[in-house]
């Protein structure tokens, strides 16, 4: 059973920066696209990042990119999202997602995914 638990969310100035972690279970993980999404106040899950099985590509939302870096560790089954120059509108809860298929072009839609982490809270102040 595949469990993803994530980490790093926390209360942070504009400007500033967080590392997310995600902690995987089970053996599909280096063989999986993983991904970030996130859900702000009275908005629908977006499309954050994602990063194929071998670390590159990844690709990017325009609001985020040249900001976060999505990363991975295939030997500690962990995936990473570091954020720079964070906004009040990055205020969001951040959930990590799993794709246990090969890789796919569809990977900004929610339905691609097998597995999601609870979430984790990062709220930028103005």
């Known amino acids: 059973q595949v469990q993803l638990v994530e980490s790093g969310g926390g209360l942070v100035q504009a400007g500033g920066s967080l590392m997310l972690s995600c902690a995987a279970s089970?053996?599909?993980?280096?063989?999986?696209?993983m991904s970030w999404f996130r859900r702000a106040p009275g908005k629908e899950r977006e499309f954050v990042a994602a990063?194929?099985?071998?670390?590159?590509?990844?690709y990017y939302a325009d609001s985020v990119k040249g900001r976060f870096t999505i990363s991975r560790d295939n030997v500690k089954n962990a995936l990473y999202l570091q954020m720079s120059s964070l906004k009040p509108e990055d205020t969001a809860v951040y959930y990590c997602?799993?794709?246990?298929?090969?890789?796919?072009?569809?990977?900004?839609?929610?339905?691609?995914?097998?597995?999601w982490g609870q979430g984790t809270q990062v709220t930028v102040s103005s």
């Open positions: 089970g053996r599909s993980f280096s063989t999986s696209t």
């Open positions: 997602a799993e794709d246990v298929s090969s890789w796919t072009a569809d990977y900004k839609r929610i339905g691609v995914y097998d597995y």
């Open positions: 990063i194929t099985r071998s670390g590159r590509p990844t």
